[in-house]
């Protein structure tokens, strides 16, 4: 399972000021009046040592500024459960329980979850910003400020693509708000800080440095992730990342399920793209060009005789998409979008997304050893793009473990039912025999993860065996 969870990123020399921005402390540059530098060097130098601790202090002034800024995000779920022997929705009757469910005391069950995570004050009429995974399947969302005060919050907008929600509370002379600065000015190396609430540890301050920008998580990912090595941890999503000035460069969201200390955050840049959106119209509205790209390689360059690699190389089109009806072809190498170099496929996703639907573009592309200019009108993109296969069920995802049903029986037999999973919430039980999935007869483990393969839909209908009787219970996945 990917690890999500709140980011922190302390970071290195403010070389670049925003405008307007009182620095909290400035390491300067990598020479020999810089304190870190030196004491990084090593220099046995006793005022570098002095006034590095000094820097080090600083991150306390710093704290003390933007941490009554930064808000406990809780979300509460209801969870409703059909219970252990619904049957068919089309075979029970409106306004009354089913004969079995009436015999047997098989009642909805409701099961609340609850999620801790974090987000930021961004301007005194209540308005928080925090990541879309922390409240997407939220009923109830409260909001504790820095004083300690407990507050409903409403979903304003939401933006799963790009992993950030938009909240509000009502308006308060006690809310502070923080600035959102510039990402695009960050260097590798710069020094960060996050601040969140991990394991619903309060106000938690984490440091370290920028470890690289334009990170790509995702392939059809908006955002080129700042990656840094601050320590985080789940609870952290929706937090804020911070220049050494105080501003919001970033708003933590990942960490790496497979390394230590590595962690991402949405660059400040887009979060500034996609916020009017949100607070007009409660979604972002994105323009689309219709294609799929791949990373043109050193050996694909060489063999579409490319002087360096460079571009999107255009794997498919999509029928009738914006590119397809401007003439573009799979196997073109896209060069320049609108005038922009493309130095990688990277950069695509974002600029295409931006453009604006009905926008004119110019497109360049690289196509039988010569460059070709086309104009694309952009279209809207779609809930989910032409072709994009949905993702199989998982076992895990059901919260079911099986084995080989006893000699004699069909099917497989439950050995596990994961407490407050969907298989639990829907009332399957240890040693029921699943006989059939979406009505795929299941034989053994092989054939009921085929079946689970095959089954793509909202609603999973599971028919189990439970001694003398047959149930059915319908599951209900994730969406992918």
């Known amino acids: 399972m990917v690890v999500i969870a709140a980011m922190g990123i302390a970071a290195a020399a403010c070389k670049k000021k925003s405008p307007n921005a009182t620095p909290i402390v400035d390491a300067g540059s990598a020479d020999a009046t810089n304190p870190v530098s030196a004491a990084i060097a090593g220099r046995d130098d006793a005022g570098a040592v002095r006034e590095s601790k000094e820097v080090l202090r600083s991150f306390s002034a710093l ?81 504790r400020l820095a004083s300690d005060r407990a507050v409903d919050a409403k979903i304003v907008g939401r933006d799963p693509r790009t992993d950030l929600a938009l909240l509000q509370i009502p308006s308060s002379t006690e809310l502070q708000p923080l600035t959102l600065g510039n990402s695009d000015a960050l260097d590798v190396g710069e020094w960060v800080v ?65 390394g230590r200390r590595i962690g991402f955050a949405i660059p400040v840049n887009l979060v500034k793209d996609v916020l009017p959106h949100l607070k007009k119209w409660g979604r972002v509205e994105r323009s689309w060009l219709g294609i799929y790209v791949q990373k043109v390689t050193q050996e694909i360059a060489e063999s579409f005789k490319l002087a360096n690699p460079r571009g999107a190389l255009i794997s498919s089109v999509v029928p009738e ?77 059901l919260g079911l473990t099986v084995t080989d049903a006893p000699p004699g029986v069909e099917g497989v037999q439950v050995a596990r039912v994961e407490e407050g999973s969907l298989a639990d919430d829907a009332g399957m039980k240890r040693e029921d025999v699943i006989i059939s999935v979406n009505r795929e007869p299941v034989r053994g483990v092989e054939s009921y993860q085929k079946a689970l393969g095959k089954a793509t839909g909202t609603v999973l209908l599971f028919k189990v065996k439970r001694g003398h009787f047959e149930l059915y219970f319908a599951l209900k996945p994730p969406k992918s």
């Open 321 to 397: 998409g914006p590119a397809a009806k401007a003439g573009v072809r799979a196997g073109d190498i896209l060069l320049k979008f609108d005038g922009r170099e493309l130095e990688t496929s990277d950069d695509l996703p974002r600029l295409a997304a931006a453009a604006g639907v009905g926008a004119e573009v110019k497109l360049t592309v690289f196509r039988d050893e010569r460059e070709v200019a086309v104009v694309a009108v952009m279209g809207r993109a779609p809930e989910d793009p032409p072709g994009k296969a949905k993702a199989p069920i998982r076992p895990r995802e």
């Open 63 to 143: 704290f003390r500024r933007v941490s009554p800024s930064v808000v406990n995000i809780s979300t509460t779920t209801v969870a409703k459960g059909r219970g252990p022997y619904s049957l068919l929705p089309e075979e029970e009757f409106e306004g009354s329980p089913s004969i079995v469910e009436r015999f047997f005391g098989g009642v909805p069950r409701e099961r609340l979850k609850q999620s801790l995570g974090s987000g930021f004050i961004i301007d005194r009429l209540g308005y928080i910003l925090t990541n879309d995974h922390v409240v997407a399947e939220a009923d109830i969302i409260t909001v």
């Open 194 to 258: 996050a601040i969140g609430n991990p394991f619903g540890l309060t106000s938690t301050l984490t440091a370290g440095i920028v470890s690289a920008k334009g990170r790509t998580l995702q392939p059809t990912s908006l955002a080129g992730f700042i990656q840094t090595d601050a320590a985080i941890n789940p609870g952290n999503s929706g937090g804020p990342l911070l220049n050494l000035h105080g501003e919001v460069v970033g708003v933590a969201t990942a960490i790496s399920a497979v």
